[in-house]
Nanobody, 125 residues
Framework: QVQLVESGGGLVQVGGSMRLSCAASGRTFSSNAAAWFRQAPGKEREFVAAINWSGGSTEYTDSVEGRFTLSRDNFKNTVDLQMNSLKPEDTAVYFC??????????????????WGQGTQVTVSS
């Protein structure tokens, strides 16, 4: 069993930056792919970015490409999402997710077995 805890959320102004971190306890997820999703009020959960087990392959949704960077540190058992040039439409609860697969960078929530509780990101204009 993997427990995931997200941190780093909060309030930021338009154009600002924020770094989210996802830490795992219970067992390592250094052999598992991971991803971030987000859910805005009244909207469905949407894919943000994914990374394979080694960090050698990443995928981003078009709306964050070039602004967000996903990375992982398998020694620290963390996956971080660096968010730059934030926009009001980035406001959402952000969820970390871990797959049973090593290689997937899928944008489908069903590919990920473990989920964190989420952290709120609010971008203020």
């Amino acid at each position: 069993q993997v427990q995931l805890v997200e941190s780093g959320g909060g309030l930021v102004q338009v154009g600002g930056s924020m770094r989210l971190s996802c830490a795992a306890s219970g067992r390592t997820f250094s052999s598992n792919a991971a991803a971030w999703f987000r859910q805005a009020p009244g909207k469905e959960r949407e894919f943000v970015a994914a990374i394979n087990w080694s960090g050698g392959s990443t995928e981003y949704t078009d709306s964050v490409e070039g602004r967000f960077t996903l990375s992982r540190d398998n020694f620290k058992n963390t996956v971080d999402l660096q968010m730059n040039s934030l926009k009001p439409e980035d406001t959402a609860v952000y969820f970390c997710a871990v797959s049973l697969s090593r290689y997937t960078t899928s944008d489908r929530p069903s590919e990920y077995k473990y989920w964190g509780q989420g952290t709120q990101v609010t971008v203020s204009s």
